[in-house]
């Protein structure tokens, strides 16, 4: 079948070309990506020169850092995105449930697997869980940044339980929000959860996830990847980045102030922001199109959903940047 290409925002390059402007000129505000990254050390040679080896360690650093029982698993990924793409595979033909506006990625992978997908606003979950055998929930939801508090996401798992169902919980995001991850609780049949490095520890170029379920399903997800998915240098800077409890403490600070800092700029322009996630701003506004056009003009490029519509906005990461936002809203 054929598939689209989805747009995930960036695409600087693309921008500098269709507005003349430079690429080093663009504020990019469009990925929800943190702006300050992991500061990754230098990589020892023989990592470069070893292929990667599952026993290294990692598993168990990822294990303690999630609190995960000891009947639940862990699999390091390449990325979240990977794990997505892989799960459907896992199942025979069934119906899932999906954000109506959420990280589009997950219903093209369903759909391209031959599942029926069945796009869902939050509101119209609760009377929906009867007719599905899957549902995916993002917490908190890229874009809308709406978190959804664990009881609730609990009980859609019992539900779904019943009739050998599956909870998927993309928590991509999580890091950066108040809210309470389901992977502690990941040796329940049925209730998968996904975790990335990518956002909160800006360092979405290593392609770095993790997923966490039953032992069971770890293994076949592990099969169905292959020997090495995840490179010998990314399994490194995994371990190094996930034990770093003070840096991570550091970063939650620096992204809950430049949130408050993002929202009070937004409000000044006459925006009304949403979301629970400290990395971006979600603003609906009937002008989206417009202001997406006119703010990338002055080279600001925010991420459009001209369908809403909305806009989405992320971090400045300096403070030029911050006087760039301002002045092109």
Not at 229 to 247: G, I
Not at 282 to 295: F, G, Q, R, S, Y
Request: glycine share 8%.
């Amino acid at each position: 079948m054929s598939v689209a290409k989805l747009d995930h925002g960036g695409g600087v390059h693309n921008a500098a070309r269709r507005w003349g402007i430079p690429p080093h000129h663009w504020l990019d505000l469009s990925t929800g990506i943190s702006p300050w990254s992991w500061p990754v050390p230098a990589v020892p040679e023989h990592v470069w020169r070893r292929l990667p080896e599952d026993d290294d360690g990692l598993v168990d650093i990822c294990r303690e850092v999630l609190a995960l029982p000891s009947n639940a698993d862990c699999l390091p990924v390449p990325g979240s995105q990977a794990a997505l793409q892989t799960l459907p595979l896992l199942r025979p033909r069934c119906r899932v449930g999906v954000p109506a506006v959420g990280y589009a990625e997950h219903a093209q992978a369903w759909a391209r697997a031959g599942h029926e997908v069945i796009p869902l606003a939050y509101d119209r979950i609760e009377a929906a869980l009867a007719t599905l055998d899957v549902l995916v929930c993002i917490n908190p939801n890229n874009p809308t940044g709406k978190l959804t508090d664990s009881e609730t996401l609990l009980g859609w798992h019992q539900q779904l339980l019943k009739r050998g169902g599956w909870l998927v919980v993309d928590e991509a995001f999580l890091d950066a929000t108040e809210g309470q991850s389901l992977a502690p609780l990941s040796d329940r049949a049925g209730l998968i959860v996904l975790r990335s490095l990518g956002k909160f520890y800006g360092l979405a170029g290593l392609r770095a996830g993790l997923v966490t379920a039953t032992p069971d399903l770890c293994s076949q997800m592990a099969q169905r990847l292959g020997p090495w998915a995840v490179n010998h240098p990314a399994r490194f800077v995994m371990a190094k980045a996930l034990t770093d409890a003070d840096w991570k403490q550091r970063q939650y600070q620096r992204i809950t102030t430049a949130h408050q800092r993002l929202l009070t700029v937004l409000s000044d322009a006459g925006l009304q922001a949403e979301g629970d996630c400290g990395l971006f701003a979600w603003c609906k506004t009937d002008k989206a199109n417009a202001l997406a056009e006119a703010l990338a003009r002055q080279g600001v490029l925010v991420r459009l959903f001209p369908d809403v519509p909305a806009l989405r906005f992320g971090l400045p990461g300096h403070d030029r940047g911050w006087a760039q936002l301002a002045a092109a809203l």
